[in-house]
């Protein structure tokens, strides 16, 4: 038996990015339904049990499993519907430009839903060893570090008894503090480039506090264990090359992965969906869609997020163009965002003039202040924001009123 | 004395320098607001830092419940606040804000649910 519905907006997955979108178009007066294929809520901010969640959208700081509760709460309060413990597995585009999505459970089977526009919040996935080619055996007890994260918080089950974590990203210096807490001796953090990845709050309470050490500039070119991993190897690198004669060796039962996100894309692929090389997902307007009319993203699907915060604002944000599309009142984005220097990559890439836009970007430099100048076709220069410490590690969100001209934006440092 | 550290009050982690002047006074640099002034006195006359954990459960199917403390707590509070969630084994249904363990060592701080329990 196959069941059949029909709603006008079907939001995939039911993270911070989802919950956020399907109350905005509840509210917009759109059927909504969130269809994830866990059982509950939160996404990735269930295993995230640490806090640091919330500040600009609550006003406090929260775990995540806090925040994955109240924004819940107010995506059910607006009576968006759920369907959990159910995967999207195709998306079809009708020639009548609507959609069709093939979902599975196992409450219900398969359903055929039958909707207007779809926002995909279907979060990011973890960068993984074979992703970066070390050399070494393929031995047990080498994770990702969310999945050592969602084994610990989760299932709590405490992976190893020694560990190295290789990649200074922040997924990577929180496991490090929880797996201290939990009496693992995390032997050391293993970081290719000269600068870490996270941030500096989170070497100093996750590593510092720990007497973790931190080796920069250096590369694992080893892992040790036949069966299960018994140690790794490191060397630093001179002039970007492992130098194998200074190797340190590290004693662990255990590795984590640390090394990085990308977006998931894989069920907008088959529909044609347009995918931005340095963000890994989607490339999108101003109102968060995608080349292909009625498939919207929002969220770390869109690209990486370092707070939950702006996830659930720009969810909220592309729910509002959901609902004006839905309505004929949306605005056409047909400017173009470029940019220049120190920045990845904006997003999004088009956009509507006479709206007001926010913009998001993540910067290539480390420095204590800088300007962000965003110029018009002409080169004449719109505005200017001054930006007291940027990082890579953080993302920047500015608001322009949007020109009728394409925009390139651009990041210098001051000294 | 003086001391270098990470403020770790927001994510810019200004890197401050703390010395003491008299009695109870205290030379902060480098802070970049006035959170951090406060962090680093803190930090040199009484380190805290919020506590979150998992703690096992007794029951079929959920293998722990996720707590926090109310507030940092002193650092040197937590290793046998650890141990503590550590040997428990809960079976109880408790809803998110419930506490668990009430008034740790006279800190004035509680351990509560951070998500419901059951
Ligand atoms: C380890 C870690 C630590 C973090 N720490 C902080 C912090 O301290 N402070 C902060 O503000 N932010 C933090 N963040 C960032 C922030 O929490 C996340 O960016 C945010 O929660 C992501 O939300 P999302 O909805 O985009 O994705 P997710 O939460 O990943 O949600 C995606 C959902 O989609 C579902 N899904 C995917 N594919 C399908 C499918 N085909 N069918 C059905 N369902 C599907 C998944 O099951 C999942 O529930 C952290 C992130 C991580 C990973
Ligand atoms: S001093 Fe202020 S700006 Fe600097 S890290 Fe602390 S809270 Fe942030």
Known sequence: MIEYIKRDVAVIGAGAAGLFAAAETMKGGCSTIVIDREQRAGGILNQCIHNGFGLHCFKEELTGPEFAAKAFELARSADAEFRFGTTVRSIKRNDDGTFTLEMLSRAHGVTLLDCKAVIMAV????RNRGNLAVPGRR?????????????LNIEGVIPGKSAVIVGSGDIGLIMARRMSWCGVKVQAVIEIMPRPSGLVRNIAQCLDDFNIPLHLSHQVVNIHGTEHVTGVDAAPLVDGKPDMENIKHFDCDTILFSVGLVPSNELMLPLGVEIDPNTGGAKVDSNGETNVPGIFVAGNALHVHDLVDFVAEEAAETAHAVVRKLNGTAPCPRYAANTRNNLRYVA????????????RFRPTITCEKAILTACDAGGNEIKRWTKMFVCPAEMIQIELDAPGSDITFNLEEVK | MKKSLICISCPRGCHLEISSAAAGEWLVSGNQCPRGKQYAIQEATDPRRMLTAAVPAKVDGVPCASVRSTSPLPVALIPELLNTLYKMRLDTPAKRGDVLLANWKDSGIDIIFSADFL
């Open chain 1, 123 to 126: 979060g990011c996935r973890e």
């Open chain 1, 139 to 151: 031995p047990a007890g080498v994770w990702t570090a969310g999945t050592a994260q969602k084994l």
């Open chain 1, 348 to 359: 999004p890439l088009k956009f509507a003039s006479g709206e007001k836009i926010h913009f």
